[in-house]
């Protein structure tokens, strides 16, 4: 059986914080889906075809991984594509609470799907796209929060 995970996230932008998530979860998965949700209700920062051309520049070199976008539940997609399971990073015990609801209402509606937890590497646990977007909304420079191979590609 392939241990599919499903990474879901707006990652408007990607940080290091979750290329870490990523790259440490790898042993613990066949395939990781890194799964761009679309909101009809929200418009992202940067256009979301751009987030997956980037989210594929960081991850080209790693056939276990692959990108694509969805809308709806993350359950649904999760359905649709086999994944038994769901990657989570926590950053702060606020994370983990909001996280648990979310896993707990998954369960509830897929009890089939597991939620998996990785904790955030000390160095990237106060790190978010919210604050990295209103630096770069400002002008301010990115670089030391995104994965090195998008320096430069995010003006």
């Not at 993350?74 to 609801?101: P, S």
């Not at 209402?105 to 955030?120: G, I, K, Q």
């Amino acid at each position: 059986m392939n241990k599919l995970a499903v990474f879901p996230g707006s990652f408007d932008p990607i940080t290091r914080g979750h290329e870490s998530v990523i790259l440490r979860a790898l042993p613990l998965f066949d395939t990781i889906l890194v799964a761009v949700g679309s909101n009809s209700e929200k418009h992202g920062y940067f256009p979301i075809e751009r987030r997956i051309e980037w989210l594929r520049k960081v991850f080209a070199g790693e056939p276990k991984i692959r990108v694509e976008s969805y809308s709806g539940l993350t359950i649904d997609y999760c359905r649709k594509v086999g994944a038994a399971y769901i990657l989570r990073g926590l950053r702060t015990a606020a994370d983990f609470d909001f996280e648990r609801g979310i896993g707990l209402m998954n369960r509830a509606m897929m009890p089939e799907l597991e939620t998996v937890f990785l904790l955030s590497s000390p160095e990237y646990s106060a790190l978010n796209s919210s604050i990295v977007r209103e630096i770069h909304r400002n002008g301010g420079d990115i670089s030391v929060f995104v994965p090195e191979i998008l320096n430069g590609l995010m003006t």
